[in-house]
């Protein structure tokens, strides 16, 4: 079992920057592949960010790039994601999840893909 706590949210202005943090427990961190997902009222939840198990290679939405950058901390079993230039569409709960990558190079852009979940962290960008 691994357990995701997320933090980090909040307000924010649109403009404005965010850190989401999640911090890991339970397993081997370096083991696992993470991402980000995102879920809006009334919308499915969406893929933001993903990272490889080392944090060698990183995967974004089309909507974030250059935005929005993942990174890890096997030493401290956290990941992270910086959230700048904050648009009211990014508005959501947003969620750490985690898969046991089989490879080095494995990286999941779909929900699907991961079995751990956190509870998700509220961010909020007002115009």
């Known amino acids: 079992q691994v357990q995701l706590v997320e933090s980090g949210g909040g307000l924010v202005q649109a403009g404005g920057s965010l850190r989401l943090s999640c911090a890991a427990s339970?397993?081997?961190?370096?083991?696992?592949?993470m991402g980000w997902f995102r879920q809006a009222p009334g919308k499915e939840r969406e893929f933001v960010a993903a990272i490889t198990r080392s944090g060698s290679s990183t995967d974004y939405a089309d909507s974030v790039k250059g935005r929005f950058t993942i990174s890890r901390d096997n030493v401290k079993n956290m990941v992270y994601l910086q959230m700048n230039s904050l648009k009211p569409e990014d508005t959501a709960v947003y969620y750490c999840?985690?898969?046991?990558?089989?490879?080095?190079?494995?990286?999941?852009?779909?929900?699907?893909?991961?079995?751990?979940w956190g509870q998700g962290t509220q961010v909020t960008v007002s115009s």
């Open positions: 339970g397993r081997t961190f370096s083991n696992y592949a």
């Open positions: 999840a985690a898969v046991r990558a089989t490879y080095a190079s494995s990286i999941y852009s779909f929900a699907s893909g991961y079995n751990y």
